[in-house]
């Protein structure tokens, strides 16, 4: 059965501090690996990962995958208040599937 | 450019009745995913629309059933509605025809909550 298994469930942290967020995952017919924050309602993309041990980088933002230990981290560096969500993470199947497996998600709360 | 749409926002619900969602996919977008989100938990997927078809299915009983129209919208029916229908269903969409929903993000709508009492 596939499985992502995200953690910290969930983290409180202060403005400034950096955070590392993990994800695990063992699925069948992986293709890449996407990277959400969910505020309220809609998850808004973040990253795509397809290609191990390159990191992607969108301001504060990075991310990572490791294909062989089957696992990716979200780095959020000098956080803001406007970084508190849930970030999901969702391997991409491949094969005949193209649907998202999704975590259950990173709370992460940022005090000022 | 308009992004995902999806309609009504809210819906109230009694048990046994039946609901329909709505979802526009982003401009040029032509496959739609729908997802289910109970509270504390990450989305499930549903079903996934292509060309008007099911392309494929996620572990959810026949009372879940859609569509998809020529314009590339969607809808998702819930038939015989239980408690444990209610959630957050989210409507994505993607880019690309047949093999692009494996090479492009899937984008989100903002959602539909569903309150089944």
């Known amino acids: 059965e596939d499985k992502v298994v995200q953690s910290p469930l969930s983290l409180v942290v202060h403005e400034g501090d950096t955070v590392t967020l993990n994800c695990s995952y063992e699925v069948t017919n992986f293709r890449s690996l996407l990277w959400y924050k969910q505020e309220k309602k809609a998850p808004t993309f973040l990253f795509m990962l397809t290609s191990s041990g390159i990191e992607k980088k969108s301001g504060r933002l990075s991310s990572i995958l490791d294909k062989k230990e089957l696992f990716s981290i979200l780095n959020i560096t000098a956080t803001q208040t406007g970084d508190s969500a849930i970030y999901l993470c969702a391997p991409l199947l491949g094969g005949s599937q193209g649907n998202l497996i999704f975590g259950k998600g990173t709370k992460l709360s940022v005090k000022p | 450019d308009a992004g995902v749409t999806q309609s009504p926002t809210h819906l109230i619900k009694t048990r046994g009745q039946q609901v329909t969602l709505r979802c526009s996919p982003k401009s040029g977008h032509d496959t739609v995913s729908w997802y289910q989100q109970a509270l504390g938990q990450g989305p499930q997927f549903i079903f996934q629309?292509?060309?008007?078809?099911?392309?494929q299915r996620g572990n959810f009983p026949d009372r879940f059933s859609g569509h998809q129209f020529p314009n590339y919208s969607s809808e998702l029916n819930v038939n015989a509605l239980l408690l444990g229908d209610s959630a957050l269903y989210l409507c994505?969409?993607?880019?690309?025809?047949?093999?692009?929903?494996?090479?492009?993000?899937?984008?989100f709508g903002p959602g539909t909550r569903l309150t089944v009492l």
């Open positions: 629309y292509y060309e008007e078809e099911e392309r």
């Open positions: 994505a969409s993607s880019l690309g025809g047949a093999w692009g929903v494996f090479y492009n993000e899937q984008f």
